[in-house]
């Protein structure tokens, strides 16, 4: 009677993700290191998206995103929490940022998400991520649901669910920087070009979420910054920090430069 039930909630589950039609393909970049030393001397910026609102809900019209504008209801009803504690919209914004950056199409980013759930999201550089929060949400059920995106006419993987804990996945010796309006106030491009070693990979975690210090409060954390003494949006921070590796490590944006 069990195994039935289960294959039953696995059969409905597989027709609610037939519903899910997200967008999301590639664009060119880089050529990115394939063979695993080519990896480990890999200089980039590695930044981790720390405690991500990705939680799904089944619907009638299919599996979705928990968010506070669609779930309000569920939010403070059912689930008893606060409509700030479902900001998926900030992930969204982040990833926008993160991958539309130069830096980005230069071949020196990676970008992680580590869920509120400690699920964690590797996410590939090449990814044109959807430019509409609908689009997205269906992308990130779908992910969440199917733990693997494949982008279409490409042979790898856009994004996938990885077994955590995320420090796995790290360089060694690398630095490990938490952001958190709490930290110690600093100027970002000085920051980075004078006190963050030249060609090693730099990890800097920032929290996506709309309250809260997750970037300060992640346990791999060796230093807390802050970028400015006013509260910023994730997205802002993104900006801001792949802006700073851009000149630190001579990434040129037109042919002027």
Known sequence: MEATK???????????VKKVKPEAGVFPICKLPQSKDEKALWKRLIVVLEAAPLETIKKKKGIELLNSDDHKGIITGKLGKTLEDYRPDIVHQSMLALLDSPLNKAGLLQIYIRTQQNVVIEVNPQLRIPRTFKRFSGLIAQLLTKYKIRGEHCPE???KVIKAPIENYFPIGCPKIGTSVEGKLIDVDEYVKTSLPDNVPVVIAIGSVSKGHPGKEAPY??????VSKFPLSAACCCFKFAHAF???WGVKQNELE
């Open 246 to 248: 851009e000149h630190k």
């Open 221 to 226: 954390v060796e230093d807390v910054v802050s």
């Open 6 to 16: 289960r294959k039953k909630c696995e059969e409905d589950v597989k027709e609610e």
């Open 157 to 159: 993987f856009l994004l």
